[in-house]
């Protein structure tokens, strides 16, 4: 069974805190990208990555950064988190070389930012 | 302008009954296109991928008019849990990114 994991279902921090949320992923995916969800809004990318250390802005990046040093693994990092910033962030992954390419989402982490 | 706009709904429907999603995009140069179902409170799942023959998944039926650079998505026999939100979604032809509606609701009742 594909899994997709987030480190956390909910999280509260401060304004100004630093903001690590992780995402693993096991079906082996070049793919993975961070999204955050906000109603009315829909599904915004912040960032995703085609390949290890590899890495491309999404249509939000700003006040975000990411790191991926392990294929598996995708991190995004808020620098000094804002109130602006609560929402929930989705996690995905997917096959690189189809065009037809299903995304597998992780759970999401409820961010709230006080 | 959006790249990928649905209505929001709800779709208030009573069980049994026929509905149809429709979903519009922006860029012509779109390759892919999908509807993801997404319950109350959690991620969104793939339904199903929209060809450009259409197709039918059981009581699920997706259209694709490049022409007009619309989507729809027909559901037939509804079912109580069939209520979800429904988000359309588009690849532009770049394969690491995609556009997401911000989903139409369905709610089916007794």
């Known amino acids: 069974d594909v899994k997709v994991t987030q480190s956390s279902r909910y999280l509260v921090k401060r304004t100004g805190e630093k903001v690590f949320l992780e995402c693993v992923q096991d079906?082996?995916?070049?793919?993975m990208f961070w999204y955050r969800q906000d109603p009315g809004l829909g599904l915004r990318l912040i960032y995703f990555?085609?390949?290890?250390?590899?890495?491309e802005k999404g249509d939000i990046p700003e006040g975000y950064s990411v790191s991926r040093e392990k294929k598996e693994r995708f991190s995004l990092i808020l620098e000094s988190a804002s109130t602006n910033q609560t929402s929930m962030y989705l996690c995905a992954s997917s096959d690189r070389d189809r065009v037809y390419n299903e995304q597998f989402f992780g759970p999401g982490t409820r961010l709230t930012v006080l | 302008r959006k790249e990928v706009e649905q209505d929001p709904g709800p779709f208030n429907v009573p069980e049994g009954a026929t509905v149809a999603f429709n979903c519009t995009y922006s860029?012509?140069?779109?390759?892919?296109f999908f509807w993801y179902r997404q319950d109350c409170r959690k991620e969104p799942k793939l339904l199903m991928s929209?060809?450009?023959s259409g197709n039918e998944d059981g009581r699920f039926t997706a259209q694709l008019n490049r022409a007009s650079q619309y989507i729809s998505l027909l559901i037939r026999d509804s079912k109580l849990s069939d209520s979800a939100t429904y988000l359309c979604v588009v690849n532009r032809g770049n394969f690491n990114k995609f556009y997401f509606g911000s989903g139409t609701k369905l709610n089916v009742k007794p």
């Open positions: 929209v060809y450009s």
């Open positions: 860029n012509s140069a779109s390759q892919s």
């Open positions: 079906m082996d995916h070049e793919n």
């Open positions: 990555s085609y390949d290890v250390k590899m890495k």
